[in-house]
T-cell receptor, first 113, second 117 residues
Framework: AQKVTQAQTEISVVEKEDVTLDCVYE???????LFWYKQPPSGELVFLIR??????QNEISGRYSWNFQKSTSSFNFTITASQVVDSAVYFC??????????FGAGTTVTVRA | GAVVSQHPSWVICKSGTSVKIECRSL??????MFWYRQFPKQSLMLMAT?????????EQGVEKDKFLINHASLTLSTLTVTSAHPEDSSFYIC?????????????FGEGSRLTVL
């Protein structure tokens, strides 16, 4: 069984503030993949990052950064200097050997001008 | 990058009718596709795994006679919601895994919003 927990249901920040989204996962597999997706109000899923279980290097892409820590089974996502366009629901997800993607409950981020 | 197209994007139907949603991989072959359902303000829940040339595998609690899945070619999977009722109103989204891929990469369609009156 696998499980993805996003404890934060909603986060509201003022523009230019940083925001960190937490993601904790559970899996028995030694090989797995972790993902973050953004879902704007229009509904489509926007792929942000995929990380395999053997690559614990943190990653930075523009204003986005990810911190992967296997020791705590966490894959947190930080948006630096947030903008109104960052307002969306963000999902953390895990894929196992069956290629079944399990999503967390999602965190709704609202960035106010 | 690879593209997955879903059609229709929006559909409104009367209760009791059947609705078919298509999921196509446009520039790659997909032996395996996945169907998800998302109710308002909730997460995406996996409904079934669609395998080309064989029967779909349904997740626990998903009625296979209600949600018919056909994956007749390497680029097309269809989800038919039979005898739709208002409680079937939801956002349905598919994803596709390229044949032979083991990198964990999945490509999502744009989603189909079903409203049953």
């Amino acid at each position: 069984a696998q499980k993805v927990t996003q404890a934060q249901t909603e986060i509201s920040v003022v523009e230019k503030e940083d925001v960190t989204l937490d993601c904790v996962y559970e899996t028995r597999d030694t090989t797995y993949y972790l993902f973050w997706y953004k879902q704007p109000p229009s509904g489509e899923l926007v792929f942000l990052i995929r990380r395999n279980s053997f690559d614990e290097q943190n990653e930075i892409s523009g204003r986005y950064s990810w911190n992967f820590q296997k020791s705590t089974s966490s894959f947190n996502f930080t948006i630096t200097a947030s903008q109104v366009v960052d307002s969306a629901v963000y999902f953390c997800a895990l894929i196992d050997n069956d290629y079944k993607l399990s999503f967390g409950a999602g965190t709704t981020v609202t960035v106010r001008a | 990058g690879a593209v997955v197209s879903q059609h229709p994007s929006w559909v409104i139907c009367k209760s009791g009718t059947s609705v078919k949603i298509e999921c196509r991989s446009l520039d790659f072959q997909a032996t395996t596709m996945f169907w998800y359902r998302q109710f308002p303000k909730q997460s995406l829940m996996l409904m079934a795994t669609s395998n080309e040339g064989s029967k779909a595998t349904y997740e626990q609690g998903v009625e296979k006679d209600k949600f018919l899945i056909n994956h007749a070619s390497l680029t097309l999977s269809t989800l038919t919601v039979t005898s739709a009722h208002p409680e079937d109103s939801s956002f349905y989204i598919c994803s596709a895994r390229e044949t032979g891929d083991n990198t964990g990469e999945l490509f999502f369609g744009e989603g189909s919003r079903l409203t049953v009156l």
